[in-house]
């Protein structure tokens, strides 16, 4: 008797085990069930195709599922908006219920990531935000124009050289260094020198306040590079990565257990990051010291804002003014100098469109004449239709025909995350409290009905006065998110893309070189990134 008791126990006991173990993986799917999706392999979901075919997939899925999807990250649904209406819905119309993003697993164990803007939630976010804005202001960025044009200048000077060797550049690895300088200086007030620092103006600072050695910086940047792109969402991250992946709740534990294991991926990992937040905190106790720090770049506002008694101490502490500067390296690097390769790229092989270009920009003034933020938004109506945009609402960022068309067809971020605070009503869907809404930008930007031919690379179908422009939807093109959380270095960026263009075509144009393969190859981390980089031929004008 007291032996089937104990069986009945033991029986009983594994099925809660086992009803606990099928709840933590089914429920998150049990909760969105109702909305529609592609079948799912157990445990693993979609990552195998999302590591196979990249973002491109959404496009895919989007067709046969319609605007609003689920796609599984192991366990967890990410429902996909792809629709720029819906888009607005989540971004917008509904903001105050989904404001926050959800944090993708390769982060969820690093504090240094997550205590950025990025990942920040409700009134943190609130008062973070707002701290930093000014810096974004359209008079600080006319400031910041002649740091952008010296570094652009410093960036290029080897083309000139190179030009007359007929060898190829890696353009993407050029653009990367000018757009590391250019947020080093704006963020941290710190010359990386990656673009030749001597020649830079005179608020250059020695990194970590010792002298400017070379060693120094470009450790600092390996660990840099590292540190972005471990961040993986398929399975070649580290394995608390793939565990956050597959089983959320495993990654923390695994992750404070390999961490210290010299040798593995996640001590790797956890030794580079240490170091990059070491490194950061002293550029951070450094300026606190410093008592004539001005408020030039954005982490001098947000230490005075700090010490004014604005902001709580408690709410930025060191951890956290470290973490914010250095995802605005982060943030704004990787994006912007894929941007502009993209941009040249595509330009090269365009013969029509560099034809444009050239002439708009050769008619500016004489070679020596420096654009400035106003020149920038009024007189490059080919590169910037700053003037034509002024009368469009829905658009808030001047932005250009070139520069958008390239970032229509090489979305940087094609995924944008959300999370919902609250129950809400989206497509005619109920998506509880805690669910992933994830933005499909990507698949929005590559969708005929609001970009016929989506594969032509046509800048012209920009153009305010064009049918296609005034046919699309307003929220179809959103390279930069939209609402209240979109990117806050929009304008930024666009200056020093803009700025870097006008340079370039001033002197050389551009031929893709006959090593590089065609289609250029895209990887896909937390951004899009180039495989093997893009490698062009630079010719000199007369
Ligand atoms: C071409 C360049 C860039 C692109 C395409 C880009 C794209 C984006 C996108 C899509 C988002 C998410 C928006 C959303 O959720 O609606 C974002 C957020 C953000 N970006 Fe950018 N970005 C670029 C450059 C920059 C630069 C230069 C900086 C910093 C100087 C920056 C800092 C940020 C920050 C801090 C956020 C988080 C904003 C928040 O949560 O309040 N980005 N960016």
Redesign the pocket.
Known sequence: MIGSIELLFNIFMVLIVLGGILGYLYGPYWRVRRVPGPPTIPLVGHIPLMAKYGPDIFSVFAEEYGPIFRFHIGRQPLIIVADAELCREV?IKKFKDIKN?SIPPPLAASPLHQK???LTRDAR?VTT?NTILSVYQPSHLANLVPTMQSFVECATEKLDSMAKVEEDITFSAISLRLATDV?GQ??FGVNFGLSKPQSVGESVEKFDGKDNNDDEVSDFINQHIYSTTQVKMDFSGSLSIILGLLVPILQWPFWQMLKRIPGTMDGKIEHNNRHLTSRLGAVVEKRMKDSRRGSKDFLSVILNARESGRLSKNVFTTDYISALAY??LL??SA??A??LSSAVYLVAGHPEVEKKLLAEIDGFGPPDQMATASDLQHKFPYLDQARLLKFQCCIEESSSLVIKEA?RFYM??PL???ETSRDVEIGGYILPKGTWVW?A?GVLAKDQKNFPEPEKFRPERFDPSCKEEKQRHPYAFI?????P??????K??IQE?KLALIHLYRKYVFRHSPYMESPLELEFGIVLKFKNGVKLRVIKRK
């Open positions: 971004g993003r950025g803007l990025f976010w935000r947020i704006a963020a995802e605005h943030a704004g994006t912007t894929f941007t970032m940087v971020s944008v995350a959300r933005l930008l390279p930069f998110g939209l609402g959380r979109s990117c806050i270095g929009q930024f960026a893309i």
